[in-house]
C-alpha cells in the first residue's frame, strides 16, 4: 500500500506533510488550489523538493488564492520566472495560472472547487484522470492520483498500521465512505 509512512517517520519535511495533511480530507478552494499546483510541480520531481521550497510557492503564489493566481499577466509570469525559491519550469507556471482561471469557472458553476470535486464521486482512478484531463491541464495519472489521495478521495496513503490511518479514519473521508473494495475493483 504506502511506503511513505516509513520514509516520513522523524524527517523534518516527510514527517509532518504525513502526520498532520497527506490523505486528510480537505475542502477549503485555496488549500485545494495549493495541494493540486504542488503536485503539478512535483511531476517529474522529488516530493521532498517541493516540500523544501513550499513556502516559497505559497509567497511567491500570493497564497495560492485561485483569483489572484487567474489574473497574473506577463509581468507575473516573468517574476516568477526569475524567483529562484520555486521551481522555475515554464509549462508548470501556465498551467498554474491556466488552472487558476479554469477552478475560477467551477466555483461560479458549482459554488466551490470542493463542490465541484464532491458532485463527481465516487469515481474509480482512471474516471477521474479523464475527468481532471478535460478540465485541467498539465494533469497526468500521477498528478491526478496523487492530489485525490492526498485530499482523501482515492486509497492508499498510510498502511492500516500508521497512527495517521486512525486520524484519518475517524474523519471518514470521502474514499473510506465509499469502501475500499470499489476502488479495487478498478485494478
Known amino acids: 500500500m504506502s511506503w511513505y509512512c516509513d520514509v516520513a517517520k522523524d524527517h523534518p519535511y516527510h514527517g509532518p506533510y504525513h502526520d498532520l495533511?497527506?490523505?486528510f480530507p480537505l475542502s477549503d478552494d485555496r488549500a485545494l488550489f495549493e495541494r493540486l499546483c504542488l503536485e503539478i510541480f512535483q511531476a517529474g520531481l522529488s516530493w521532498l523538493i517541493v516540500l523544501k521550497k513550499r513556502e516559497a510557492f505559497v509567497d511567491a503564489f500570493d497564497g495560492f488564492a485561485p483569483d489572484v493566481v487567474a489574473a497574473y499577466g506577463e509581468r507575473d509570469i516573468a517574476r516568477l520566472l526569475d524567483n529562484p525559491g520555486i521551481i522555475r519550469n515554464k509549462r508548470k507556471i501556465a498551467a498554474i495560472v491556466e488552472n487558476a482561471?479554469?477552478?475560477?469557472?467551477?466555483?461560479?458553476?458549482?459554488?466551490?472547487?470542493?463542490?465541484?470535486?464532491?458532485?463527481?464521486?465516487?469515481?474509480?482512478?482512471?474516471?477521474?484522470?479523464?475527468?481532471?484531463?478535460?478540465?485541467?491541464?498539465?494533469?497526468?495519472?500521477?498528478?491526478?492520483?496523487?492530489?485525490?489521495?492526498?485530499?482523501g478521495y482515492l486509497p492508499g496513503t498510510h498502511e492500516?498500521?500508521?497512527?495517521?490511518?486512525?486520524?484519518?479514519?475517524?474523519?471518514?473521508?470521502?474514499?473510506?465512505?465509499?469502501?475500499?473494495?470499489?476502488?479495487?475493483?478498478?485494478?
Open 101 to 151: 482561471a479554469r477552478v475560477e469557472k467551477l466555483r461560479a458553476a458549482h459554488g466551490s472547487f470542493a463542490a465541484w470535486i464532491a458532485a463527481h464521486h465516487p469515481l474509480r482512478k482512471d474516471e477521474w484522470v479523464a475527468l481532471f484531463r478535460k478540465t485541467f491541464v498539465f494533469m497526468g495519472p500521477e498528478v491526478v492520483n496523487e492530489f485525490l489521495m492526498s485530499i
Open 21 to 23: 495533511e497527506y490523505g
Open 160 to 187: 492500516e498500521t500508521c497512527p495517521v490511518y486512525a486520524i484519518i479514519a475517524a474523519q471518514n473521508p470521502p474514499w473510506m465512505a465509499v469502501g475500499k473494495a470499489f476502488y479495487d475493483a478498478s485494478d
